[in-house]
């Protein structure tokens, strides 16, 4: 799995009903978000940015199960799209969510965790949980290309398609200790290589089976 990230905006407020709360929230596309900044070995810095419905193919399909998490944890959900909990909007501007908190979800510690970092201000971020479909389903589902010389000197990932699993709820410094340690695991193997076609170079490994055009 791998994670990107954004500030975006999110509210929380109490629900119509039983003691709940109500969390939306947006995710913004085609915003930057620093990878590394190059490290103290003067590498390049690494940027990535996720383009306007790159995550359509899931989103668009209801009975595809999307979960709303704190920090990418499967132990601690929020809302489901399948018990009809988080509804997510699609736009070229940022994909949105509405999600309902259960007064049983906000009972349970992390829940109530949760809702006390978000009411402190200590989490703020977003970041989506996906995946990008084997290069025979979707040939170019990612780039990667230069910055703009008079912005930087920053490779820049673009994301085009990619399967959404998952929304979380993370602090801006979990963000960047996943983006971190992801690097160094290599887990997925976000390559950075640019072809002469100024093309992300496809990797074998660990390809999803499940991605149907």
Same mark, same amino acid.
Do not use: Q
């Given at each position: 799995?791998?994670?990107?990230?954004?500030?975006?905006?999110?509210?929380?407020?109490?629900?119509?009903?039983?003691?709940?709360?109500?969390?939306?929230?947006?995710?913004?596309?085609?915003?930057?978000?620093?990878?590394?900044? #190059?490290?103290?070995? %003067?590498?390049? !810095?690494?940027?990535?940015?996720?383009? $306007? @419905? *790159?995550?359509?193919?899931?989103? &668009?399909?209801?009975e595809e199960e999307i979960h709303l998490l704190v920090?990418?944890?499967?132990?601690?959900?929020?809302?489901?799209?399948?018990?009809?909990?988080?509804?997510?909007?699609?736009?070229?501007?940022?994909?949105?969510?509405?999600?309902?908190?259960?007064?049983?979800?906000?009972?349970?510690?992390y829940g109530r965790n949760f809702a006390a970092a978000?009411?402190? #201000?200590?989490?703020? %971020?977003?970041? !989506?949980?996906?995946?990008?479909?084997? $290069? @025979? *389903?979707?040939?170019?589902?990612? &780039?990667?290309?230069?910055?703009?010389?008079?912005?930087?000197?920053?490779?820049?990932?673009?994301?085009?398609?990619?399967?959404?699993?998952?929304?979380?709820?993370?602090?801006?410094?979990?963000?960047?200790?996943?983006?971190?340690?992801?690097?160094?695991?290599?887990?997925?193997?976000?390559?950075?290589?640019?072809?002469?076609?100024?093309?992300?170079?496809?990797?074998?490994?660990?390809?999803?089976?499940?991605?149907?055009?």
């Amino acid at each position: 799995m791998l994670y990107g990230g954004a500030i975006g905006e999110l509210e929380l407020r109490r629900g119509s009903r039983g003691g709940g709360r109500r969390l939306t929230g947006s995710f913004p596309y085609n915003s930057n978000a620093v990878m590394s900044d #190059g490290g103290r070995n %003067g590498g390049r !810095p690494r940027k990535e940015r996720i383009a $306007p @419905r *790159a995550f359509a193919y899931r989103v &668009e399909r209801p009975e595809e199960e999307i979960h709303l998490l704190v920090g990418h944890s499967y132990d601690r959900p929020l809302a489901s799209r399948a018990n009809g909990t988080l509804k997510l909007k699609d736009t070229d501007a940022a994909l949105t969510f509405e999600a309902d908190i259960s007064p049983e979800i906000l009972d349970a510690p992390y829940g109530r965790n949760f809702a006390a970092a978000f009411d402190s #201000g200590l989490i703020r %971020g977003i970041s !989506p949980g996906f995946r990008i479909p084997p $290069p @025979r *389903a979707v040939p170019k589902a990612e &780039e990667v290309t230069e910055e703009d010389p008079a912005e930087g000197t920053a490779l820049i990932r673009t994301i085009f398609a990619a399967l959404l699993y998952e929304l979380s709820l993370v602090t801006v410094a979990a963000y960047r200790e996943a983006m971190a340690k992801e690097e160094e695991g290599a887990e997925e193997g976000r390559s950075w290589e640019i072809n002469p076609m100024g093309i992300i170079s496809p990797r074998p490994r660990h390809l999803l089976n499940r991605w149907r055009l």
